[in-house]
């Protein structure tokens, strides 16, 4: 495993994150229990040390069946992250209330790493608004009391927003977490999010390292083009490999869904093979093809939990992404006829509840509404 530099501590660049743990039934709020502590063992004992949660993951159990799993390994043994839900302005007042019950949900008594999450457009003001809410006062105390080791924060938001965040906490932020990928390098400007971090001297923690599984199922095609250059690379390597040749990148956090994923990046991160001009430049020509009328979002699931209709909304977002890239097909029609009326992309009645929690800004509401009309 390859191990980072960190202040005075070494993390492997391998995180483990746990948004999309193994789960029962498919049923995201169901969390396989004994799946995830056999995946925390083979993690650990190939020297993944970074483990990632929340407090919206899997309905709220992520951070549940993480704490169990690591609680039966030493304390010392592993790094903890958690962050604090600015996803949903309504927990903005909660700050002592909801981190009270994370370290009791985790088991721990501190975090090793802590967040400020997802910081964007919908939740910049109420983040910066400390005499109102007092966040940033509050994990201030926990770390000057040890409940918090290392603070930082996730940023889903534009550029004017990133820089907003700096200029007003930047000094005490020990590390940004941002979604970057070869895909997200243009199209959510990471390139130059990256550029302003370092400038900075802020670690990079990277989420979405394979855009929601998306560069890990490339195109025929698109393959091809990659195993013409490295013939014994998968595309999921790739991804990883981008990152790797990104300066300032300390962790790597995916989300592993079962033991095969989990082997594969553990050999993946078994050694750095940065990309080299050649190969840089056939990644993001890819991933410019990729982004013609793609949908950003990457089923993190914010959205289903404030939507009054009770729509799966990634699923036909997924299909929505598939039917306009392919110009329509059956493929999407014939999902649909599975679904009940109430449950498809008509039933929207565009009160726009999920899009004051996606942490992509997608307008949900228009993209069910043309779903719907392009499927007559």
């Known amino acids: 495993m390859i191990l980072k530099d960190y202040r005075d501590i070494k993390l492997s660049a391998l995180g483990f994150g746990a948004m999309r743990l193994p789960v029962v039934d498919g049923k995201d709020g169901c969390v396989d229990q004994p799946a995830v502590q056999r995946m925390v063992d083979m993690a650990m004992e190939a020297g993944v040390n970074y483990f990632d949660t929340a407090w919206g993951y899997h309905e709220g159990h992520s951070e549940e069946a993480v704490g169990r799993a690591l609680s039966r390994h030493p304390r010392g043994s592993f790094y903890l992250a958690d962050k604090f839900p600015g996803y949903d302005l309504s927990n903005m007042p909660k700050v002592k209330e909801i981190f009270e019950a994370q370290l009791a949900r985790c088991g721990v008594e501190y975090f090793d790493f802590y967040l400020f999450h997802n910081v964007c457009e919908m939740n910049i003001d109420a ?76 670690p990079i923690w990277v989420m979405e390292p394979v855009r929601g599984g998306k560069l890990a199922n490339l195109g ?32 790597t956090l995916s989300g592993m869904s079962n033991e095969q994923q989990m082997r594969e990046n553990i050999a993946t991160f078994s050694e750095e093979k940065p990309l080299d001009e050649t190969e840089m430049q056939t990644v993001l020509s890819i991933a410019g093809d990729m982004m013609r009328g793609v949908l950003p979002c990457t089923a993190c699931r914010y959205c289903t939990t404030h939507c009054p209709k009770g729509l799966d909304i990634p699923a036909p977002l997924a299909l929505y992404n598939e039917h306009a890239f392919t110009g329509g097909g059956f493929i999407a029609p014939m999902a649909l006829m599975a679904v009940p009326d109430d449950k498809k992309p008509a039933a929207c009645i565009g009160c726009r509840s999920c899009e004051r929690v996606c942490p992509q800004q997608i307008h949900i509401s228009e993209a069910m509404r043309d779903f719907a009309a392009r499927l007559g």
């Open 127 to 202: 983040y910066l608004d400390d005499e109102k809410f007092g966040i940033y006062s509050y994990l201030m105390e926990q770390k000057r009391n040890g409940r918090i080791r290392h603070l930082g924060f996730s940023c889903h938001g534009a550029m004017p927003v990133l820089k907003r965040f700096l200029e007003a906490y930047g000094k005490d932020m020990e590390f940004c977490q941002i979604q970057l990928n070869y895909v997200d390098w243009s199209l959510q400007e990471a390139k130059e999010k990256v550029e302003l971090l370092n400038k900075w001297n802020i």
């Open 220 to 251: 025929a095609s698109d393959e091809a083009r990659l195993l013409a250059l490295r013939p014994d690379e998968k595309p999921v390597a790739w991804a990883f490999r981008f990152l790797q040749s990104v300066p300032g990148v300390v962790v």
